[in-house]
């Protein structure tokens, strides 16, 4: 067996079965113990290796040259000699797609194919989705119940696909049919007999294409993708070729419809059966955009991809030989705790959704995925907007049984026509609600709370309590969290989590030399107030696997110190706790009355900390936490300099001038490695501007350079950082930057992207 392990799995990860029943319900359910102890495993009965983490899973994305995407359409099953002789009866010669093929030609034949998927290009589309889903939903309007399935979720992407491509739309029932002979034959486990009956249906399907494709190369001046491919086979044959185009346009009809169509049943599944998330998005459609991408991330329609090792390597630390298989769960990683926080909830108001990993990363990223959201998003708004009353039905829900694609098969609705809101209102059919091509924009993304208390807990310092005004309980957070606070005069300020057993409690100094914010807090907020919050969300995390922690904390730095502290309370750990006076010490109280063996340094009492004694007396391997002023964070990283084996995690509040300045900055060229792309950065644009207009996904949380959301990995030119999350060591090794504020120190950038 090519690549079989030279150590010990485990029995799970011995026995684990894609096709048994587990997986084929809930893939990352079934994935979570792996997730939580051995993230890359064997699996004897596959005879690949299994990869579950979410950074694990982003790495062998990124690297196209060690992970060969060459066996992504190989068939799961080895193919009977039967089967194979019933497709050499259809001339079946499906050979390289965009989805299996490596470099350099990859890269080329997407660089000449990319234009029709710009989020400008794809802006003449829109029309033309909003009227077929308008079409579908009038049909049903008044029939009470539905098939969502059947009605409109896989005829409307499979006739935009159609269009996108340029392809007749005719044949609506037999392109089903070859789609579902397709994903069995090459993502399923068919019996032999079944073999033979999918054989039939993919040379079919093979056939079809080729009719098809003859009849556009006789209309040059036809529109659609497929015609853009035509015309690059007669300009450039070498690259594109007639088998090419053959190959395409049968894997891209599958592509183009399937996984939409999946990820929009699935979307109904997951929003109907949370009626809190529905009520969430029929009142605010403003969450529509990331309520699409939260069910992409949580119940997505792909679900893994296959590589092959070129060489020796390692992933997640596991050695791997060459030849090896790997069935990377991208569905897996999407809910991998260390990259979304409580990620088996589906939360609407997440602002980190657009992370995912269910299109894929870098060269191999789906290059139709705006064209999908955009789908997703207007049947959701048509949806939400026309029906808001629709319930589901109880039934059982089945999905085509296959490593990687999930979608549930139907999607059973009712709803009491007479409460339709048009009936009241004819106006409301039509509409006039556009969402901007590409990722969401997270600034919308706010959530309306209550102020359930508010008393002092210092001098100068004010602690609140945030609940849902309906009562629903709010997502848990870890140790670290914060969320965003937006004030009056568009101010958006940042605060530390810190309260007990979850609550969502704040503790908020005044500043009177601030920027306002907390002034206005102190002096206008009162109890039953509501306030527009996002997050929860969190770049300071604790390192669970660390043997013991050293937590520091410098004033109001004690709010996300002391959170981590009551989850640390019986591991090895030590508080240190500084202020100028106890009056001024934030939640001293609740310091001293819950960690006794807290260490307090009181500036009015002489007691003074003493960085470089107290890092050097850290346990080896331990990891040092800290928050506070500037002074403090810079006074504990000096200290570290002295100890490599340490783990330094700080955080910041104190914001960067991301304001650019013609006269001083410069522009410069970026290079995206991953994905093959040269960008030019002008002087009065950001980074993350530039990678954004391109339609490349990078999040982004405060624009400030606080977060580290939108850090990026440097491969080579030298970087101007302005940001306030790494370290001075992280900055001398130049290996990563900030997107929203950092630049090129030079004129060229190279970036994995």
């Avoid at 979608?407 to 901007?436: I, K, M, S, Y």
């Avoid at 503790?507 to 306002?516: K, P, S, T």
Wanted: overall charge negative; glycine content about 8%.
């Amino acid at each position: 067996m090519s690549g079989c392990p030279m150590h010990q799995s485990s029995d799970r990860a011995r026995a684990f079965d894609p096709f048994g029943p587990a997986f084929q319900s809930d893939p990352p359910g079934a994935l979570a113990w792996a997730r939580d102890g051995e993230p890359v495993f064997y699996s004897e009965v596959l005879n690949y290796w299994v990869v579950t983490r979410y950074a694990d899973i982003k790495a062998v994305f990124r690297d196209n040259l060690t992970f060969s995407a060459s066996v992504a359409l190989e068939k799961m099953v080895p193919p009977t000699a039967e089967a194979v002789e019933i497709l050499k009866t259809y001339a079946f010669d499906l050979r390289k797609t965009l989805v299996n093929e490596d470099e350099p030609i990859h890269m080329e034949r997407r660089r000449a194919l990319l234009d029709a998927f710009s989020p400008a290009a794809l802006e003449s589309h829109e029309a033309m989705v909003r009227s077929l889903v308008r079409d579908r939903v009038d049909a049903i309007i008044d029939t009470g119940e539905a098939d969502l399935v059947k009605a409109l979720l896989w005829e409307v992407p499979l006739t935009v696909a159609l269009h996108f491509l340029g392809v007749p739309e005719s044949d609506m029932g037999k392109l089903r049919e070859f789609s579902v002979a397709h994903t069995l034959n090459v993502w399923g486990k068919p019996s032999d007999d079944e073999q033979a009956e999918l054989a039939h249906g993919v040379g079919r399907f093979w056939a079809y294409c080729g009719a098809v494709l003859e009849r556009m190369k006789a209309n040059p001046d036809g529109h659609g993708w497929m015609h853009d491919m035509i015309r690059a086979n007669r300009e450039i044959p070498e690259i594109v070729t007639d088998n090419y185009l053959h190959s395409m346009l049968m894997a891209i009809i599958v592509a183009a419809h399937e996984t939409t169509a999946l990820a929009g049943a699935n979307m109904m599944r997951r929003m109907l059966g949370d009626r809190a998330a529905w009520r969430a998005v029929c009142r605010n459609p403003d969450l529509i955009p990331n309520a699409v991408e939260e069910c992409l991330r949580h119940s997505g329609s792909q679900v893994a991809w296959r590589r092959v090792t070129t060489t020796d390597t390692t992933v997640g630390g596991v050695p791997i030989p060459e030849g090896a298989r790997l069935l990377i769960v991208s569905a897996s990683g999407n809910h991998d705790p260390r990259q979304f926080e409580n990620p088996d909830a589906l939360d609407l108001w997440r602002d980190n959704a657009a992370s995912h990993l269910t299109f894929g990363y870098g060269a191999h990223q789906c290059m139709g995925k705006n064209l999908g959201r955009m789908e997703l998003r207007v049947m959701l708004e048509e949806l939400t907007r026309r029906l808001p009353h629709m319930a589901l039905q109880d039934q059982t829900f089945h999905a085509l049984p296959n490593v990687s694609f999930y979608g549930v098969d139907r999607v059973l609705v009712h709803w009491d026509p007479a409460q339709n809101p048009e009936r009241r209102n004819p106006a409301l059919r039509a509409g006039t609600r556009r969402f901007p091509i590409g990722a969401p924009d997270v600034r919308v993304l706010t959530r309306a709370l209550r102020v359930a208390r508010l008393a002092p807990v210092a001098e100068g310092v004010l602690g609140l309590t945030l609940e849902d005004p309906e009562g629903a309980p709010l997502p848990p957070w870890s140790p670290g969290a914060h969320i965003d606070l937006h004030l009056p005069g568009d101010l958006t300020r940042k605060y530390s989590l810190c309260g007990e057993n979850g609550a969502w409690s704040l503790a908020i100094l005044r500043e009177d030399q601030g920027r306002g914010g907390s002034r206005w807090i102190h002096d206008s907020l009162r109890a039953g107030d509501i306030v527009h919050t996002r997050g929860p969300r969190n770049h300071f995390r604790l390192d669970d696997s660390a043997p013991a922690h050293v937590l520091i904390a410098g004033g109001i730095g004690i709010t996300p110190i002391l959170a981590m502290a009551d989850h640390l309370r019986d591991r090895p750990h030590a508080l240190h706790y500084a202020g100028r006076s106890r009056a001024g010490m934030a939640l001293l109280d609740r310091v001293t009355r819950d960690h006794p063996g807290a260490h307090l340094w009181i500036g009015d009492e002489g007691r003074r900390m003493d960085l470089p004694a107290l890092i050097a007396a850290a346990p080896p391997g331990a990891q040092v936490c800290v928050c506070g002023p500037a002074r403090l964070i810079q006074g504990v990283e000096a200290a570290c300099a002295a100890r490599p084996d340490l783990i330094l995690t700080f955080e910041h509040f104190d914001p960067v001038d991301t304001a650019l300045d013609p006269d001083r900055d410069h522009a410069f060229t970026v290079e995206l490695l991953d994905s093959d792309l040269t960008l030019t950065v002008p002087a009065t644009r950001s980074l993350l501007d530039v990678l954004h207009e391109t339609g490349i996904d990078v999040p982004c949380d405060c624009g400030e350079g606080l977060c580290g959301t939108c850090e990026i990995e440097v491969a080579d030119g030298g970087i101007d950082h302005r940001d306030r999350v790494l370290t001075r060591t992280e900055r001398a090794e130049g290996r990563r930057m900030m997107a929203c504020c950092s630049r090129a120190a030079g004129d060229r950038l190279k970036v994995r992207l």
